[in-house]
């Protein structure tokens, strides 16, 4: 009994391509567009996340100076109507840190709150500043 010879269809798959035959699946798969989804994707989602970062420590920022405003007005009405005492412990309350400037130009009671506030680790401390003014009692 004598060997069969390689049948060609399996000598064909096992002979290494001519460059003159064309490309080679790996020269395809690295020329084609799969894959490039993937990474679009990894580009655009850590810059979504960024934008999204920034934008809540936009509203963060606005939020506390929003109740530092508030604080002044109380702190303003306060001590325009001669209840000073109580001013230190509604600032504990609504802006803890805060540090108070009282001026009266003629009719009107000024307060101007300064406040350090830490809108996060990246961004770090921000000094934010509230006034607001009140017409004194009786006037």
Same mark, same amino acid.
Request: hydrophobic share 30%; charged share 30%.
């Given at each position: 009994m004598t060997c069969s010879p390689v049948p060609p269809r399996t %000598? *064909? &798959? /096992? %002979? #290494? &391509? +001519? @460059? =003159? #035959?064309? @490309? /080679? @699946? =790996? =020269? *395809? %798969? =690295? #020329?084609? !567009? !799969?894959? +490039? $989804? $993937?990474a679009e994707f990894a580009v655009v989602v850590p810059a979504v996340v960024a934008v999204v970062g920034a934008a809540l420590i936009g509203v963060g920022a606005g939020v506390q100076a929003v109740r530092l405003a508030d604080a002044a007005a109380v702190a303003a009405r306060q001590t325009a109507r001669g209840d000073a005492a109580s001013v230190p412990g509604t600032l504990a309350a609504l802006a803890p840190g805060a540090v108070i400037a009282t001026t009266v130009d003629g009719e009107l009671t000024c307060v101007h709150l300064t406040r350090a506030v830490s809108l996060g680790p990246l961004v770090g401390p921000v000094a934010l500043t509230g006034r607001s003014c009140a017409p004194q009692a009786g006037g």
């Open positions: %000598a *064909r &798959r /096992t %002979a #290494r &391509r +001519s @460059p =003159l #035959r064309g @490309p /080679t @699946p =790996l =020269l *395809r %798969a =690295l #020329r084609g !567009d !799969d894959g +490039s $989804v $993937v």
